[in-house]
Each structure stands twice: as structure tokens, then as C-alpha cells.
């Protein structure tokens, strides 16, 4: 009872955890040594019921990525971020930077959705669906199984001499790791610039397309070293989001935790001997099991990443000795503490109130999002002419965003009046041809009978007609001389 007490003691005086060590394991990450030297991890392989669960998930994402670049609505593919040409297709529907104000409001509902997520789940994000998460542990770390054996075998074979066997695995994984990493760079290499130019650049050769070329390179280098050499360190000090989560969990926020309630005190156990102690064995195999290194049985930690690696090592001790699962599980670190069940907290309550306004917002924006966008300026420092002693004429300049995917010819129109609208270098006709997914500006007069004048600045409205449908209605100014 004492133990238990010291221990909650130390819960108590640390908002996400403690143990029986305090709060020096916080002094160092659990990948350095005491020198402060990088010390290579060798995770345990687990076969828990969360291991499955997350190969599951993992294999449908990683089939969703692998596929996306081919996958088509109404014949465009699903998503395009080609930002040097500034063509972005999300879901079948092109973008342009005239949209920019769309994406800054889908990006501010997806960084308050990861907060409200965080706030409540923790880093379930991390362990589940992160990229960085998946290909490293359901795609690198099993090659690596496969080839070099389980944590103590890859140590042993670290430590060995080089031997022809030690050489044959090492080569072997590495350029199985370095083609992985290839076929990982040509799929984002896709959804940046299209699977037809990556098409053109196999065909072709990397001498016609030495920019996309110089990027694939790059991606396969990037992918390469991270998986094979950087690994863990990515989530404990490159990806900011690792960084947000101490600022962002609290007591109630629902983490990968250790049950010190009823693990504690830990002991061994012993034959023919009443326990005395908690559940906890001091195995350390959720410890072996951690891909960051570090002791769950602390509290929660910045590298942790909610991976679930520890509780299916430790739920496989649990039932060989005859107790429960869960000793370490999904819970808050107030319901181990008061045994209390998840509860909506007023910071979770006000998050969910801003993003369901955030993606109301968004969705009625995308709504009356136009497919065909008309801008009508009149011209910068010109007045009005007299085409004829009953005729005064504007100019205008006008530009036009064909956001489909098929050419438009627009015809211009002046609404409500008897004006009559000539294209300069049409043969004065009021059409003109706007190519898919472009931009085209021309200039344009607009006739107008004297007698329809009677202001010197007459509100004039511009209307744009696609296949006799109107698309857009645009106000202006005309300029005139009072009847």
C-alpha cells in the first residue's frame, strides 16, 4: 500500500504520468545512451491482436496509396498536387490558385480536426495511420525480420564479424530496401505530376524529363535514408506533430498507458508463493517491444507513439500467468487514477463546436464554388470613345479560369441594356475560347447607344454563356457622356 501510495504521489505531481523512477527518464531519450551516442533499436516482433488489427489497416492504406495515382473519376484522377504547374485535382474536380482560399480553409479544419483528435485519442494517429508508421513497421522493419531474424539475431548479426553470410543479408536487405524506396518515390512522384508524365519519363528516358528524373532521384534518397537509417528519430525530433502533444494531452486525452493502479508494486513471480505484489512482472518485454525505446511503465512520453507494440507484448505475458489483459491499454491517465470512464471535457466540447463550423463553412464554399471564372476590369486609364455621333464605346479587359475539363467557348453578353459587346482581334465577335484548365485574358469594346446614358458612370453587368447556359455575371462601369 505504501509502494502504491509513493506512486500515485508521483502520478500526481506529473499531468501525464509518472513512475517509480520519476521524472529522470524525461532527462534523455530512450535512443541515446548515457553518452548521449545514438543507440540502434531492435524492437521485439509481436503477434498480438493489435499487431493483426493494425496489419489489417496498414495493408488497406498502402494498397489505397499504391492505386491512387490510377484511380479515376469521370476520367481524372483522384488526386493531383502538381505545384510547379499549379494544377491541383482533388476527387475528379480541378483547383486553381484562385481556390487557394478553399485549401487555406480545408487546411485550418484538418490542423483544428488533429488537435480535437490529439485532445481526445492522443497519438492513435501515429500508430495507426502515420506514413512514416506504416511503411516502417508493416513494410521495412518486417523485410528486415525476414532477412536478418528477430531483435536478439539482428544484434548478434550487428556484433559479428563480416562474414560472407553477414555480407549476402546486409546487401540483400539494402537493395531490397533501396527498390522499395524507388517504387515508394515514382507513386508520390505520380501524385505530383500525373501518371502520364511518369509514363513519358519511362518511355522516354530520364534525358527528356531531367527535372522529373532529378526529383525521383531525390525521393528515392529521402525515402531510403529515412527507412533504413534515420527511422524512429523522425518522430521523436523531425515531425512537429510529435512535438504539439505535450501541449495538447492532458489527464483526460485517452494514450497508450500503463496501469500503475494495478501493476504496482512490480515482483517476479514465484512458485508456491502467495502475491504480494501487482501484476506486473518486471519482464520488460513491452520495453523489448517499444520501436522508440522507452518504458511505457513511466507515464506517458514524448516518443511514444501510441504503435499498441507494448500492450500486445505485455497482454501475451498477462495471459501466461493467468491475468487479466489491459495492464497496459487504451485509457486516460484520470480513468486509471479514479477509475473513472471517458467523459467529454469543455476544451473537447469547444473544439468540436469550431470544427463542425470550420467544414460548414468549407462545404458550403465548395458548393458554390464556379467551375468557370470571369474577371471584368475596364481599362486602366482609358475614357470613353465616340465610335459615332450615337455610338460611345468602353474598353475592357477580361480574364477567364476554365476550372473544367473540356475546352469553353464563352460568349459575352450585356444584360439588360442595348449594349453590343466586340472581341479585339475576333473579327469583333463576342466569343471567346477558353482552353480546359486554363487561363485566358483578352480585351473587349462595348457599344452603347448614346441615348442609354444618363449617368457619367452607368452600372453596367457583364453576362459570360457557355452552350447558351449561363455561367457567370460580372458587374462593371461604363464611361459616357451625359444626354
Not at 82 to 93: D, T, Y
Not at 439 to 468: E, Y
Amino acid at each position: 500500500m505504501e509502494a502504491q501510495e509513493a506512486l500515485k504521489e508521483k502520478e500526481n505531481s506529473s499531468p501525464l504520468g509518472g513512475g517509480r523512477e520519476g521524472a529522470s527518464f524525461r532527462e534523455k531519450l530512450g535512443v541515446l545512451d548515457k553518452q548521449g551516442h545514438r543507440e540502434w533499436m531492435y524492437p521485439k516482433a509481436v503477434n498480438g491482436w493489435y499487431y493483426k488489427a493494425r496489419t489489417v489497416f496498414g495493408v488497406a492504406l498502402l494498397a489505397l496509396l499504391f492505386s491512387g495515382p490510377f484511380l479515376r473519376i469521370n476520367g481524372q484522377p483522384v488526386l493531383l498536387l502538381n505545384v510547379l504547374e499549379r494544377k491541383f485535382v482533388i476527387f475528379g474536380v480541378a483547383f486553381f490558385p484562385q481556390d487557394f482560399y478553399l485549401f487555406a480553409l480545408g487546411m485550418l479544419s484538418f490542423l483544428v480536426f488533429i488537435i480535437l483528435f490529439t485532445v481526445v485519442f492522443g497519438r492513435v494517429f501515429c500508430g495507426w495511420a502515420c506514413p512514416q508508421t506504416v511503411f516502417m513497421e508493416m513494410v521495412f522493419r518486417r523485410i528486415e525480420y525476414w532477412i536478418e531474424g528477430d531483435a536478439n539475431q539482428q544484434r548478434k548479426l550487428n556484433a559479428a564479424p563480416w562474414t560472407a553470410e553477414k555480407i549476402t543479408k546486409k546487401t540483400a536487405k539494402h537493395v531490397i530496401f533501396f527498390a522499395v524506396s524507388f517504387l515508394i518515390a515514382n507513386t508520390f512522384l505520380a501524385y505530383l505530376i500525373g501518371t502520364e508524365q511518369l509514363q513519358k519519363l519511362i518511355t522516354d528516358g530520364p534525358a527528356q524529363h531531367l527535372g522529373n528524373f532529378v526529383a525521383l532521384v531525390i525521393f528515392t534518397g529521402a525515402f531510403y535514408t529515412v527507412f533504413a537509417f534515420v527511422r524512429e528519430i523522425v518522430c521523436i525530433v523531425i515531425c512537429p506533430y510529435g512535438r504539439l502533444q505535450s501541449v495538447l494531452l492532458d489527464n483526460s486525452s485517452i494514450v497508450v498507458a500503463y496501469d500503475y493502479v494495478r501493476g504496482e508494486p512490480r515482483g517476479k513471480i514465484k512458485k508456491n508463493e502467495v502475491q504480494a505484489h501487482g501484476d506486473c512482472v518486471d519482464c520488460k518485454l513491452c520495453v523489448h517491444a517499444c520501436p522508440t525505446g522507452i518504458d511505457i511503465r513511466n507515464g506517458t512520453q514524448l516518443e511514444c507513439i501510441n504503435c499498441t507494440a507494448c500492450i500486445d507484448a505485455c497482454d501475451e505475458v498477462m495471459l501466461k500467468i493467468n491475468r487479466p489483459k489491459g495492464l497496459i491499454r487504451y485509457a486516460s491517465m484520470q480513468g486509471i487514477r479514479d477509475k473513472m470512464p471517458f467523459r467529454f471535457t469543455p476544451r473537447i466540447i469547444g473544439y468540436s463546436v469550431v470544427l463542425v463550423l470550420l467544414l460548414t463553412l468549407v462545404t458550403v464554399l465548395f458548393a458554390v464554388r464556379k467551375e468557370v471564372e470571369v474577371t471584368v476590369l475596364r481599362t486602366p486609364g482609358m475614357l470613353y470613345q465616340e465610335k459615332d455621333p450615337r455610338t460611345v464605346t468602353n474598353l475592357y479587359n477580361a480574364e477567364f479560369v476554365n476550372k473544367t475539363f473540356h475546352d469553353l467557348p464563352l460568349e459575352l453578353r450585356v444584360k439588360g441594356r442595348a449594349g453590343q459587346v466586340r472581341m479585339v482581334g475576333n473579327n469583333n465577335k463576342a466569343v471567346v475560347d477558353v482552353p480546359k484548365q486554363e487561363v485566358a485574358k483578352a480585351m473587349f469594346f462595348v457599344d452603347m447607344p448614346k441615348n442609354q446614358i444618363h449617368t457619367p458612370n452607368t452600372k453596367l453587368t457583364i453576362q459570360a454563356f457557355a452552350d447558351g447556359k449561363l455561367i457567370s455575371e460580372e458587374e462593371t462601369s461604363f464611361l459616357g457622356p451625359v444626354q
